[in-house]
């Protein structure tokens, strides 16, 4: 980062800084100390106690409630689905994400329609986006339609119906039955699911990485293609490296977003068919508002907490980024 | 603005982290300490006794016409206003959430699978001592409908409509495959389901893979899933043999599910043309009325299992709060409403049913076609399953999807049922 | 990261393009236009099907034959007349209203503790970042009690307050700003703390003109977030007047029966002004870059 800013105090913006810094994050400060963290805190504490919401009472349970997720079923139903969720959906929609603003950041006609039309899914309401979805989906829906005109077989029970993992189906294809339930691979419905979440954040992605290549300046390009660079070699060695804060923020983002999923499991799935579409979040909310166990339900989203927070930290080393750069 | 080097960086450094401590003492002692509700102090600022209702209506139509019920209740009781605050949607997490934090209404809708969850938790106000006082009698609401707000032998609930599972099929499929009645036994569904099989080539039975209809064929066959020791029976041969009937009616192709046909539910299944018969409740009416209103169809009672007739008795009650600051003006308004006087009034829109027998013949002068529907009184189960009833209701549907979808064989569900059974009726 | 060196190198290999190179070129352009086009109507059809579903009838929205896909056979108003009928300028005026307060409130202070966190070095920095960026990794469905409680005891529910004071910050827009901070380059300021400007004057006047783009795709957000809320409002408000618009158009949404065309006419009624929104606010993409002023 900073080029001649010595951390020498006689330099006098580093000591205006000390206290410029806070007076600036004071706001957001307030905000997050009165309504943010303690909440969280609260969510952390209820963790180690047991209570049914309805009711005041709040007995501490000190570890009882971690010991449990060990034992439960689904607690590592629900694991295993986030993990293949946010495998397949964070690189899928990073990468068109970033394809699209590449090719929505050209000087060319119609810009601002194409912008438009790609940032449409995001804005749409659930509402929305689930309806078009189920009837994509439905049996007699657009995708069927296609595969039937194309020769190809429809899953039956149909796509968000259906329980069975896809790598289940391959492996069956193969004659190779019986296999563990970490290798099944995502069901059907789960992977409709993730399909349908890169198709609504794609434009969101999109829209992060317009306004990253928005500052890489113009003139860099020009004096590549001076030196006769092609446009695929411009991208890999100009703008990919510039844009790495971008797809550090993107690839966070999508990180925690898929770790977190509910919105779209709540309105298309509730969880299933047969738990396959039971996602840790999924399960917090089952947990603390069904089975009347807030007290589970918050040592459930410590455990994610602590699964995404240890992510980010090992994805951000690797992209060789640090919160000092 | 400039700020000169001083060098007196650390003592105000930490003065500032010390007020920043402070301010987040002070402010988290305030947020989570007990305090009256800013709804509970406006109340009783007031000279009438306001009483808080809340619940769930499915339209704006019956928001409004319980509106109108109240006018009528305030202008009979001049001494209570009633403060209505309906809930769009989500209405069980929004109770949950005022429950929680003391703000929750005084009477509120409680559905019936809800129900014990909270009056064993002691959430809700026992009426039988206002209930003996004001007359009123548990005999006078259908016997499947008030049990589901009763446990341990007190009243927790008055139910305020309900509805019930009829067939409705369509009798112009029936005449084309010379169908002359619908069926009334197992046996005879079976039958004429592959007789329509045979007519159309198309299954005709829309089956969802819900317990919530499944239950139904359950009782049917003589199983419960609780016993009457209160100990889970939900492993036995009738449990068995309703899981072979009901899903052997997929697997032999006389019945598909709504997402086979396309559909979100049979309902919307049967309005497409998708199906000829489904096990649906009077909500059938004013969504055909509104999707297929040209369509013909025909309601008759459920058919029997080997232990006889069984219908389901999906109901809501007006419940009071054990916390409420006005038990008294709470009960007269639960008792407006759910007496003859009030219910007859409410149900006259026809979308929900009269939980009063006595009632009953007034309703079907009105709605004689759906006479199938409220006949179900008699032999109505409650929906409910004890505490934990609504988790045990989530994992059973997990099972029977895994059913439908070829993954787990009969006898593994059952046993599975009896597992989740075991696990989510309790108390916690 | 962006440093003073120079950021193209000049590489032998690329000196002359071969023609082989020229023709990928051409062919990546097409390429380009193709799938631009197919993703574009792809994302477009959805919703011309849900603005056509508005105008049908109910009977016709229930019966889909591949001719009536993208238009009725008889266009009908009756789903928004429907809507007309509901205090839905209400309920549109709220929405707005909290929109605004949302996004000027984000765009400042977000803005502010992002440069505060991209440049400047200050005790307790990273921790107080991580500390920020931890709150998104926690499922918000899980706070949602703790926070009613809280604003109950507040006294801030069934009001604007609890719709809007909340959400004055946000973790992910302060990562968004620090991060788009971060890529300007640092010569910028290099420059003005050469004239002498305090590190107030040089946000204010160099910087944040410097990031609009970042700004404007925080606003985007900001009323994304705010317009499309549901579960919160709905918690944190019972009195109708202060209903927003999810909430007040929730009701349609009913379990058995819907409504579709009327759901369809929600979500266009919704929708609209997010596009609107969008489409002024993308200019600012072209616009902030072209007022980057790195040249000099």
Same mark, same amino acid.
């Given at each position: 980062?900073?080029?001649?800013?010595?951390?020498?105090?006689?330099?006098?913006?580093?000591?205006?800084?000390?206290?410029?810094?806070?007076?600036?994050?004071?706001?957001?400060?307030?905000?997050?100390?009165?309504?943010?963290?303690?909440?969280?805190?609260?969510?952390?504490?209820?963790?180690?106690?047991?209570?049914?919401?309805?009711?005041?009472?709040?007995?501490?349970?000190?570890?009882?409630?971690?010991?449990?997720?060990?034992?439960?079923?689904?607690?590592?139903?629900?694991?295993?689905?986030?993990?293949?969720? =946010?495998?397949?959906?964070?690189?899928?929609?990073?990468?068109?994400?970033?394809?699209?603003?590449?090719?929505?950041?050209?000087?060319?006609?119609?810009?601002?329609?194409?912008?438009?039309?790609?940032?449409?899914?995001?804005?749409?309401? =659930?509402?929305?986006?689930?309806?078009?979805?189920? @009837?994509?989906?439905?049996?007699?829906?657009?995708?069927?339609?296609?595969?039937?005109?194309?020769?190809?077989?429809?899953?039956?029970?149909? @796509?968000? &119906?259906?329980?069975?993992?896809?790598?289940?189906?391959?492996?069956?294809?193969?004659?190779?039955?019986?296999? =563990?339930?970490?290798?099944?691979?995502?069901?059907?419905?789960?992977?409709?699911?993730?399909?349908?979440?890169? @198709?609504?954040?794609?434009?969101?992605?999109?829209?992060?990485?317009?306004?990253?290549?928005?500052?890489?300046?113009?003139?860099?390009?020009?004096?590549?293609?001076?030196?006769?660079?092609?446009?695929?070699?411009?991208?890999?060695?100009?703008?990919?490296?510039?844009?790495?804060?971008?797809?550090?923020?993107?690839?966070?983002?999508?990180?925690?977003?898929?770790?977190?999923?509910?919105?779209?499991?709540?309105?298309? &799935?509730?969880?299933?068919?047969?738990?396959?579409?039971?996602?840790?979040?999924?399960?917090?909310?089952?947990?603390?508002?069904?089975?009347? =166990?807030?007290?589970?339900? &918050?040592?459930?989203?410590?455990?994610?907490?602590?699964?995404?927070?240890?992510?980010?930290?090992?994805?951000?080393?690797?992209?060789?980024?640090?919160?000092?750069? | 603005?400039?700020?000169?080097? %001083?060098?007196?960086?650390?003592?105000?450094?930490?003065?500032?982290?010390? /007020?920043?401590?402070?301010?987040?003492?002070?402010?988290?002692?305030?947020?989570?300490?007990?305090?009256?509700?800013?709804?509970?102090?406006?109340?009783?600022?007031?000279?009438?006794?306001?009483?808080?209702?809340?619940?769930?209506?499915?339209?704006?139509?019956?928001?409004?016409?319980?509106?109108?019920?109240?006018?009528?209740?305030?202008?009979?009781?001049?001494?209570?206003?009633?403060?209505?605050?309906?809930?769009?949607?989500?209405?069980?997490?929004?109770?949950?959430?005022?429950?929680?934090?003391?703000? /929750?209404?005084?009477?509120?809708?409680?559905?019936?699978? *809800?129900?014990?969850?909270?009056?064993?938790?002691?959430?809700?106000?026992?009426?039988?001592?206002?209930?003996?006082?004001?007359?009123?009698?548990?005999?006078?609401?259908?016997?499947?409908?008030?049990?589901?707000?009763?446990?341990?032998?007190?009243?927790?609930?008055?139910?305020?409509?309900?509805?019930?599972?009829?067939?409705?099929?369509?009798?112009?499929?029936?005449?084309?495959?010379?169908?002359?009645?619908?069926?009334?036994?197992?046996?005879?569904?079976?039958?004429?389901?592959?007789?329509?099989?045979?007519?159309?080539?198309?299954?005709?039975?829309?089956?969802?893979?819900?317990?919530?209809?499944?239950?139904?064929?359950?009782?049917?066959?003589?199983?419960?899933?609780?016993?009457?020791?209160?100990?889970?029976?939900?492993?036995?041969?009738?449990?068995?043999?309703?899981?072979?009937?009901?899903?052997?009616?997929?697997?032999?192709?006389?019945?598909?599910?709504?997402?086979?046909?396309?559909?979100?539910?049979?309902?919307? /299944?049967?309005?497409?043309?998708?199906?000829?018969?489904?096990?649906?409740?009077?909500?059938?009416?004013?969504?055909?009325?509104?999707?297929?209103?040209?369509?013909?169809?025909?309601?008759?009672?459920?058919?029997?299992?080997?232990?006889?007739?069984?219908?389901?008795?999906?109901?809501?009650?007006?419940?009071?709060?054990?916390?409420?600051?006005?038990?008294?003006?709470?009960?007269?308004?639960?008792?407006?409403?759910?007496?003859?006087?009030?219910?007859?009034?409410?149900?006259?829109?026809?979308?929900?049913?009269?939980?009063?027998?006595?009632?009953?013949?007034?309703?079907?002068?009105?709605?004689?076609?759906?006479?199938?529907?409220?006949?179900?009184?008699?032999?109505?189960?409650?929906?409910?399953?004890?505490?934990?009833?609504?988790?045990?209701?989530?994992?059973?549907?997990?099972? *029977?999807?895994?059913?439908?979808?070829?993954?787990?064989?009969?006898?593994?569900?059952?046993?599975?049922?009896?597992?989740?059974?075991?696990?989510?009726?309790?108390? %916690? | 990261?962006?440093?003073?060196?120079? $950021?193209?190198?000049?590489?032998?290999?690329?000196?002359?393009?071969?023609?082989?190179?020229?023709?990928?070129?051409?062919?990546?352009?097409?390429?380009?236009?193709?799938?631009?086009?197919?993703?574009?109507?792809?994302? !477009?059809?959805?919703?011309?099907?849900?603005?056509?579903?508005?105008?049908?009838?109910?009977?016709?929205?229930?019966?889909?034959?591949?001719?009536?896909?993208?238009?009725?056979?008889?266009?009908?108003?009756?789903?928004?007349?429907?809507?007309?009928?509901?205090?839905?300028?209400?309920?549109?005026?709220?929405?707005?209203?909290?929109?605004?307060?949302?996004?000027?409130?984000?765009?400042?202070?977000?803005?502010?503790?992002?440069?505060?966190?991209?440049?400047?070095?200050?005790?307790?920095?990273?921790?107080?970042?991580?500390?920020?960026?931890?709150?998104?990794?926690?499922?918000?469905?899980? $706070?949602?009690?703790?926070?009613?409680?809280?604003?109950?005891?507040?006294?801030?529910?069934?009001?604007?307050?609890?719709?809007?004071?909340?959400?004055?910050?946000?973790?992910?827009?302060?990562?968004?700003?620090?991060? !788009?901070?971060?890529?300007?380059?640092?010569?910028?300021?290099?420059?003005?703390?050469?004239?002498?400007?305090? #590190?107030?004057?040089?946000?204010?006047?160099?910087?944040?003109?410097?990031?609009?783009?970042?700004?404007?795709?925080?606003?985007?957000?900001? !009323?994304?977030?705010?317009?499309?809320?549901?579960?919160?409002?709905?918690?944190?408000?019972?009195?109708?007047?202060?209903?927003?618009?999810?909430?007040?158009?929730?009701?349609?949404?009913?379990?058995?029966?819907?409504?579709?065309?009327?759901?369809?006419?929600?979500? $266009? $009624?919704?929708?609209?002004?997010?596009?609107?929104?969008?489409?002024?606010?993308?200019?600012?993409?072209?616009?902030?870059?072209? #007022?980057?002023?790195?040249?000099?």
């Amino acid at each position: 980062m900073a080029s001649l800013v010595a951390t020498s105090r006689r330099n006098p913006i580093a000591a205006e800084d000390y206290l410029a810094g806070w007076v600036f994050v004071l706001p957001a400060l307030v905000i997050f100390v009165g309504f943010i963290f303690g909440p969280i805190l609260y969510a952390f504490w209820l963790s180690f106690h047991s209570w049914n919401v309805v009711t005041p009472e709040k007995p501490f349970v000190a570890l009882d409630n971690y010991r449990n997720l060990v034992d439960s079923d689904d607690f590592r139903i629900a694991l295993r689905n986030t993990i293949w969720y =946010s495998a397949g959906v964070v690189p899928a929609q990073t990468a068109t994400g970033l394809i699209l603003a590449v090719l929505a950041n050209r000087k060319i006609r119609g810009r601002t329609f194409f912008r438009t039309a790609f940032y449409f899914p995001s804005i749409s309401s =659930s509402v929305v986006i689930s309806i078009i979805f189920l @009837w994509l989906y439905a049996n007699n829906g657009l995708i069927n339609f296609v595969l039937g005109t194309l020769g190809l077989p429809t899953p039956r029970p149909p @796509w968000l &119906s259906n329980p069975r993992g896809v790598f289940q189906i391959a492996f069956d294809a193969f004659g190779i039955h019986d296999v =563990s339930p970490w290798l099944v691979g995502p069901s059907v419905a789960l992977v409709s699911i993730m399909l349908m979440n890169v @198709w609504t954040t794609t434009g969101t992605m999109m829209v992060i990485f317009l306004a990253g290549l928005q500052d890489i300046p113009g003139d860099v390009y020009e004096a590549a293609a001076v030196d006769g660079a092609t446009q695929w070699r411009m991208f890999r060695d100009i703008t990919l490296p510039l844009l790495r804060p971008v797809t550090l923020f993107v690839v966070t983002l999508g990180l925690i977003g898929t770790l977190q999923v509910f919105d779209q499991i709540f309105v298309m &799935s509730e969880g299933g068919p047969a738990k396959t579409t039971t996602t840790l979040a999924w399960l917090v909310y089952v947990e603390g508002f069904r089975k009347f =166990s807030m007290g589970s339900a &918050s040592a459930i989203a410590v455990v994610l907490f602590i699964i995404t927070l240890g992510l980010f930290l090992v994805h951000r080393r690797f992209l060789g980024l640090t919160g000092d750069q | 603005m400039e700020v000169e080097d %001083t060098g007196r960086t650390i003592p105000r450094r930490s003065l500032l982290r010390g /007020a920043a401590r402070g301010a987040s003492a002070i402010i988290t002692a305030s947020a989570f300490g007990p305090t009256m509700s800013h709804l509970e102090r406006r109340a009783a600022a007031q000279e009438a006794t306001q009483v808080r209702l809340t619940g769930a209506p499915s339209s704006p139509e019956e928001s409004r016409l319980l509106e109108q019920v109240l006018q009528d209740f305030e202008a009979k009781f001049l001494d209570i206003t009633v403060l209505w605050e309906p809930v769009t949607q989500q209405y069980a997490e929004k109770l949950q959430t005022d429950l929680a934090a003391g703000t /929750a209404a005084d009477v509120f809708y409680v559905d019936s699978l *809800l129900s014990p969850d909270l009056a064993a938790r002691g959430v809700l106000l026992p009426l039988d001592e206002p209930m003996a006082g004001a007359g009123v009698r548990a005999e006078d609401f259908y016997a499947g409908l008030i049990e589901a707000f009763q446990w341990q032998d007190k009243t927790y609930g008055l139910p305020k409509d309900w509805s019930s599972l009829a067939m409705v099929y369509d009798p112009q499929a029936f005449d084309g495959a010379g169908i002359v009645a619908p069926p009334t036994t197992w046996d005879e569904l079976r039958s004429v389901a592959q007789a329509l099989f045979d007519a159309t080539g198309q299954a005709p039975i829309i089956l969802p893979p819900d317990f919530a209809r499944f239950i139904v064929f359950l009782y049917q066959a003589g199983g419960a899933v609780i016993g009457n020791d209160g100990s889970v029976a939900i492993d036995s041969p009738e449990t068995r043999q309703a899981l072979d009937f009901y899903y052997g009616l997929y697997k032999d192709g006389l019945a598909a599910t709504p997402a086979d046909v396309g559909a979100q539910w049979p309902g919307d /299944a049967f309005a497409k043309d998708l199906g000829v018969i489904v096990f649906e409740g009077n909500w059938m009416f004013p969504f055909l009325a509104a999707s297929a209103p040209d369509k013909r169809f025909l309601i008759a009672e459920l058919p029997a299992g080997p232990a006889g007739k069984v219908t389901m008795g999906f109901t809501v009650s007006y419940s009071i709060n054990a916390k409420a600051t006005v038990p008294e003006s709470a009960w007269e308004l639960v008792n407006y409403l759910t007496g003859p006087e009030g219910m007859a009034r409410w149900t006259d829109l026809g979308l929900a049913m009269p939980s009063r027998p006595a009632l009953a013949e007034a309703w079907i002068a009105t709605y004689p076609e759906r006479e199938p529907y409220l006949a179900g009184g008699a032999y109505a189960r409650p929906w409910q399953l004890g505490p934990g009833g609504q988790a045990f209701f989530q994992d059973a549907n997990a099972i *029977l999807e895994a059913v439908f979808a070829g993954q787990t064989e009969s006898q593994d569900a059952v046993t599975q049922f009896a597992e989740k059974a075991v696990a989510d009726i309790k108390i %916690t | 990261m962006a440093s003073a060196r120079p $950021v193209t190198e000049r590489s032998p290999a690329v000196r002359r393009v071969p023609e082989h190179g020229r023709a990928l070129d051409c062919a990546l352009r097409v390429a380009a236009y193709v799938v631009l086009i197919a993703v574009a109507l792809a994302m !477009f059809v959805p919703f011309v099907f849900s603005l056509a579903t508005s105008l049908k009838t109910n009977v016709e929205a229930n019966h889909l034959t591949w001719a009536t896909m993208l238009w009725p056979a008889n266009p009908t108003l009756n789903a928004y007349r429907t809507l007309a009928g509901t205090p839905i300028t209400r309920w549109f005026f709220n929405s707005a209203f909290v929109a605004a307060i949302w996004i000027i409130g984000r765009a400042v202070i977000d803005a502010m503790a992002g440069y505060a966190f991209a440049r400047m070095r200050f005790p307790g920095r990273d921790l107080l970042f991580l500390a920020v960026i931890s709150t998104l990794m926690v499922p918000p469905i899980v $706070v949602i009690i703790p926070k009613y409680i809280l604003l109950n005891n507040w006294k801030m529910l069934d009001s604007y307050l609890a719709l809007t004071v909340p959400f004055l910050a946000d973790a992910f827009g302060i990562f968004l700003m620090k991060q !788009f901070f971060e890529s300007i380059p640092a010569e910028l300021e290099d420059a003005a703390r050469i004239d002498g400007a305090s #590190r107030y004057r040089m946000f204010a006047e160099i910087i944040l003109p410097n990031a609009m783009p970042a700004v404007a795709a925080l606003a985007i957000f900001s !009323f994304q977030g705010s317009w499309n809320a549901f579960l919160e409002p709905l918690i944190y408000i019972s009195r109708q007047e202060y209903f927003t618009l999810p909430l007040g158009l929730a009701y349609f949404r009913r379990a058995y029966y819907t409504d579709w065309p009327v759901v369809m006419a929600i979500a $266009v $009624v919704t929708t609209v002004p997010l596009a609107v929104f969008f489409i002024i606010f993308q200019r600012w993409f072209v616009e902030g870059a072209r #007022r980057s002023g790195i040249k000099g």
